[in-house]
């Protein structure tokens, strides 16, 4: 469809970006490197352009290209979610991980109900091994968003890495309680459900 959108309007940059995104998922990088250079050319004002232009050289290791090109689609929009989580995985890759909480927290501060941006922010609080800031930060992406199911899951996943299926019932129980029709607190509640083995409370 893509294919299709470019040939009909040549000069469409958002078809040509989603036909950049969907030859790297295609794991077609090398053309999807020459399509988003084509696009920069064109389009050399575009955030999303420069926040995609990012992650070729990321992928070969080139960090400082990457982050030079993360860096002016912020520059472009403050609010590129793209070029920011970009900028996240490079100060881990440079082991500075404090860099990275440092720049969620002050993009939270400027957009605190931000559902994208408090998963990016809860993925950071994780990785640098604070999972109770995690948590918390999960807790607000279901309050903002409650139908946010990765916010569910990535919750989920939370407290299975910490054998705590007890308390993740608990706390998604409590959910429902505020949200009795929230489709996305049951279903994780029955899948904790499974993985213990009780599957007449599951499938209820």
Same mark, same amino acid.
């Given at each position: 469809?893509?294919?299709?959108?470019?040939?009909?309007?040549?000069?469409?940059?958002?078809?040509?970006?989603?036909?950049?995104?969907?030859?790297?998922?295609?794991?077609?990088?090398?053309?999807?490197?020459?399509?988003?250079?084509?696009?920069?050319?064109?389009?050399?004002?575009?955030?999303?352009?420069?926040?995609?232009?990012?992650?070729?050289?990321?992928?070969?290791?080139?960090?400082?290209?990457?982050?030079?090109?993360?860096?002016?689609?912020?520059?472009? %929009? /403050?609010?590129?979610?793209? !070029?920011? +989580?970009? =900028?996240?995985? #490079?100060?881990? $890759?440079?082991? &500075?991980?404090?860099? *990275?909480?440092?720049?969620?927290?002050?993009?939270?501060?400027?957009?605190?109900?931000?559902?994208?941006?408090?998963?990016?922010?809860?993925?950071?609080?994780?990785?640098?091994?604070?999972?109770?800031?995690?948590?918390?930060?999960?807790?607000?992406?279901?309050?903002? %968003? /409650?139908?946010?199911?990765? !916010?569910? +899951?990535? =919750?989920?996943? #939370?407290?299975? $890495?910490?054998? &705590?299926?007890?308390? *993740?019932?608990?706390?998604?129980?409590?959910?429902?309680?505020?949200?009795?029709?929230?489709?996305?607190?049951?279903?994780?509640?029955?899948?904790?459900?499974?993985?213990?083995?009780?599957?007449?409370?599951?499938?209820?």
């Amino acid at each position: 469809f893509a294919e299709q959108a470019v040939k009909a309007q040549p000069d469409n940059p958002t078809a040509r970006l989603i036909l950049c995104r969907a030859l790297i998922a295609s794991n077609d990088v090398a053309r999807a490197e020459t399509e988003t250079k084509l696009l920069a050319g064109k389009f050399p004002d575009s955030a999303e352009v420069h926040a995609l232009t990012g992650l070729f050289p990321s992928r070969k290791g080139a960090l400082v290209g990457a982050r030079k090109s993360f860096e002016r689609a912020l520059q472009i %929009d /403050p609010a590129s979610l793209e !070029a920011l +989580g970009g =900028l996240v995985v #490079l100060d881990f $890759s440079a082991k &500075k991980p404090a860099d *990275a909480r440092a720049r969620v927290d002050a993009a939270l501060a400027k957009r605190p109900e931000n559902a994208p941006l408090l998963l990016l922010a809860a993925r950071t609080y994780g990785a640098t091994g604070d999972v109770t800031k995690a948590e918390q930060t999960l807790f607000k992406t279901i309050e903002v %968003d /409650p139908s946010n199911i990765q !916010a569910y +899951g990535m =919750l989920g996943q #939370l407290y299975v $890495s910490q054998n &705590k299926l007890d308390l *993740a019932t608990a706390r998604f129980e409590e959910i429902v309680k505020r949200q009795p029709k929230s489709v996305a607190a049951r279903t994780m509640i029955a899948m904790i459900y499974g993985t213990q083995g009780r599957n007449a409370d599951a499938r209820k």
